[in-house]
């Protein structure tokens, strides 16, 4: 068999398609929920908190210096700012946990769905049982 054979067989197996589906919807659906959470929640949740951006909430650990001159008065370099922005981490946690839920939603949809194929009692086919009516009547 050769490698590009056996490559186009791997690569056209039905769960391979459907991961790469499922990452396409994903990376979608993640686009879709930040843009929700950036520009409704937490402007929302600003609001209700006195007008507060928590993406600017930090907790600045060192100062930024503009730039650093040696003796002569010449410019060595810039420090930037060291700081934990927690305002991020809370948005960010808020859109995890919008995804968690909603994926917690869907897996729930689709055990329910689940349960009612294997519930529904599976009866002989429409050949099958034309057959059995069949093989009854023969051995009236």
């Known amino acids: 068999m050769s490698f590009i054979k056996e490559f186009k067989e791997f690569a056209m197996k039905g769960n391979l398609v459907d991961l790469a ?24 949740f600003g609001m209700l908190s006195g007008g507060t951006d928590f993406n600017d909430k930090k907790i600045i650990l ?12 010449t ?13 991020s981490f809370v948005t960010v946690a808020i859109e995890f946990l919008i995804v968690a839920f909603v994926v917690f939603i869907l897996i729930k949809a689709l055990n329910k ?17 034309l057959l059995m009516e069949i093989r009854d009547s023969l051995k009236k």
Do not use: R
């Not at 060595?76 to 305002?87: F, N, Y």
């Not at 294997?118 to 099958?128: I, L, M, N, R, Y």
């Open 21 to 44: 589906v499922a990452v396409v919807m994903g990376s979608a659906f993640g686009k879709v929920v930040t843009a929700f959470i950036d520009g409704m929640v937490m402007p929302a």
């Open 62 to 73: 060192k100062a930024a210096v503009s730039e650093i001159k040696n003796a002569n008065g």
């Open 75 to 87: 410019t060595i370099a810039a420090v930037p700012e060291v700081a934990i922005k927690w305002g």
């Open 113 to 129: 769905m689940k349960k009612k194929q294997e519930a529904a009692p599976a009866g002989p086919s429409t050949t099958d049982a």
